[in-house]
């Protein structure tokens, strides 16, 4: 396992108390293999991210569990070392892709930087090196395009180049994070392709947040559903999608629009996933549940074996 | 008659530099067509959907419409007597200052007849006391019920909906969608439904408008365009759709993005980025003509 995250939490210190952002979350990433993580907002799934990475905001902060990565612990480090980890051996890629650029200098000068930084290798061979990034994340003409400016790309083109950069110390995990959420439905389709066949080609472990069923779909082999904190349902995509186990699961496959399915009405999760500060007692999910029992109300269901997925949901417990 | 006719209407907007900027650096006058000889009707009761990627002038024929632009040719014909908008942003179409009363009786204000703010809550899903409440007070997804409350107030006989449901999360997405199409049946509004997601608008259109570089490339009932799509644009963007039911069928790739409007390619715009295109599609625009604007479909040269 490249990557493995064990009772992983982050709370954040408010004025009404301590909110827990992260709730005991568990996973792990093979090499070569897409984990998707799924939810809508405020469930979670980029604050994993970023806890994994360790650059979450503070106060908000890692109140327990571990993160190991390729079995060395990480959660604990210094910042120093973290630092240099992060751009080592872990790429992060964000929805916008200017934020990951530095506007002032030319994208060849930020990757070069980035090569020169973590990799031994002279000037000359960094920007051979970088030219080849480019060339593989599909910038046409490379050379030709080296010395301009993030402002000269167009959003797909610039979301490439924040690929390359993410790439370009080799990285071992890839954290991308909403990567085609700002993208047009044709860019977004060269984008998938292009992070799926790097994570088989290169053997890195990808971590990819979205709150996009469809590019999961496209793109993972496992996902992590999340609400309210913590995961719901972990299992192999093509399960999750065509027999979901959580009832949550149930209601957000169906709420999702499909094409070619003749449908006059889409099913409906009633009301909306609980703020941290009222997290309701037992699953986070009862009160909108259609299924749920007097045990979902007072205890807190762990994932269970539930087919070839597992699902934090009472009806799974063997009796 | 149709309740609203669109003919031939294009709209141009200037996006010079400053007139000083202009003279020193001898730089021309540089004019946006951002819609570009669209036609269109919409009969009382249905629901038509223009969709297209970001830039393709979508948006701009909703505020065209909606007289928020006046056009630069063309005409617009509204047999109707009131029309209202719902705007993508629930965050910023809501006066933050006003209570959800004001806010949605202030339509009214036009109106002979002044109904209870409750019934419209009441319509929407929203509970009675939800009218003395601020809109920060609510989440997404409820401000974009108070904003489909405050347009039913007016009236309307046309609905415009501009992305209503781009900005909330996919069960949300659902609850919205499922509510206007509740008020569609009971209340026989008629809809223009501006959206860039396919499946969204499969679900609650009866015609489709694909709008490319700012004209329609392709206009058809949506179960047709659906199962079988003419332009190669509107092909590309059905293959583009990630495949939920994961049937593992071979998609072809997409190439290239869509081009600067500033200086969109000549004859048909779309022919830098299409398989099928010929010496003919470089220098001639393909005429609209049986609800399809491709040289390819008009010559019969494209597979089926």
Redesign the interface.
Known sequence: MILEVRGLSVQFPSRRGILTAVDDVSFSIAPGEVLGVVG??GAGKSMTGLAVIRLLEPPGRISAGEVRLEGRRIDNLRHEEMRRIRGRKIGVIFQDPLTSLNPLYTIGEQIEETILTHLPLSKSQAREHALSLLREVGIPAPEARYSNYPHHF?G??RQRVVIALALAAEPRLLIADEPTTAL???????I??LLKRLAAERGAAVMLIT?????I??TAQRVAVMYAGRIVELGP??DV??SPRHPYTV??M???????VK????????G?MPRLTAIPQGCAFNPRCPRRFDRCLTDRPELLAAGASRAACWLHASP | MHLLSVDSVSRDFDVSSPWLNRVLEREPRRILRAVDHVSFEISKGETLALVGESGCGKSTVARLIAGLYAPTEGHIAFSGRRLQMIFQDPYASLNPRWRVRKIIAEPMLFLEEQKPVEQFLLQVGLSADDAERYPHEFSGGQRQRISIARALAGEPDLLICDEPTSALDVSVQAQILNLMADLQDRLGLTYLFISHNLAVVSLIADRVGVMYLGRIVELAPASRLFSSPRHPYTRMLLDAVPDLAMSGKSRTPVAGEVPNPLAPPSGCSFHPRCRYATARCQVEVPRFSDGVACHAVEEGRLPT
């Open positions: 809508e907002s167009s797909g083109m047009d439905v044709s860019i977004q389709a060269q998938i392709a709150h996009d069923m469809g590019v779909a496209e995509v093509r999608i065509h209601g957000l169906g709420s999702i629009p499909k094409l070619g449908q006059d009405r889409l099913l409906q999760i009633e909306a």
